[in-house]
T-cell receptor, first 113, second 110 residues
Framework: DVKVTQSSRYLVKRTGEKVFLECVQD?????MFWYRQDPGLGLRLIYF???????EKGDIPEGYSVSREKKERFSLILESASTNQTSMYLC????????????FGPGTRLTVT | RKEVEQDPGPFNVPEGATVAFNCTYS??????FFWYRQDCRKEPKLLMS???SGNEDGRFTAQLNRASQYISLLIRDSKLSDSATYLC???????????FGSGTKLNVKP
């Protein structure tokens, strides 16, 4: 059974803080994704990675960076958190060359005050 | 223009009703199509893929119309447990990017 875990379910940070969101998957998937989900906007892709140390920008990368040092772990970094980054953050993974199911983590609800 | 558009709803239906959702996509090069289900405060999970010939899984039927660039989901004999948000998802040729609609909310009432 595929499992994708995220480091926190709820997180509250202050404006200007550096924030790390961690995602780990246990199925040896090559591709990993970070999305944010906001009401009325759906899921929007921030970054994705198709291999260790490889990353590509998604549709809304501004204000974010990512790190993939190990295959199973994909980290999202908010360099200087702002209130407009308050959102639900979802990590997902999928095997390479697969167009089938993305497996999602439970999400991290981040509030920036 | 959004890659994928859905009616946000909510669709409020009684138990036993049949309900249908549509979703339109903007890029004719889109290759794979899915419906995901997302329960309140939970992560999205795959409900079913959508094939060109249409496909059925129990009470759920998905259809694809490439000419008009829309996909549909039909739910027959609605159950209370069907209450959720249904996300339409489309991928392009490289499969590395999945485009999600903003979801259609379904409330099934007793």
């Amino acid at each position: 059974d595929v499992k994708v875990t995220q480091s926190s379910r709820y997180l509250v940070k202050r404006t200007g803080e550096k924030v790390f969101l961690e995602c780990v998957q246990d199925m040896d998937h090559e591709n990993m994704f970070w999305y944010r989900q906001d009401p009325g906007l759906g899921l929007r892709l921030i970054y994705f990675s198709y291999d260790v140390k490889m990353k590509e920008k998604g549709d809304i990368p501004e204000g974010y960076s990512v790190s993939r040092e190990k295959k199973e772990r994909f980290s999202l970094i908010l360099e200087s958190a702002s209130t407009n980054q308050t959102s639900m953050y979802l990590c997902a993974s999928i095997p390479a060359h697969s167009s089938y199911e993305q497996y999602f983590g439970p999400g991290t609800r981040l509030t920036v005050t | 223009r959004k890659e994928v558009e859905q009616d946000p709803g909510p669709f409020n239906v009684p138990e036993g009703a049949t309900v249908a959702f549509n979703c339109t996509y903007s890029n004719s090069a889109s290759q794979s199509f899915f419906w995901y289900r997302q329960d309140c405060r939970k992560e999205p999970k795959l409900l079913m893929s959508v094939y060109s010939s249409g496909n059925e899984d129990g009470r759920f039927t998905a259809q694809l119309n490439r000419a008009s660039q829309y996909i549909s989901l039909l739910i027959r004999d609605s159950k209370l447990s069907d209450s959720a948000t249904y996300l339409c998802v489309v991928t392009k040729y490289n499969f590395n990017k999945f485009y999600f609609g903003s979801g259609t909310k379904l409330n099934v009432k007793p």
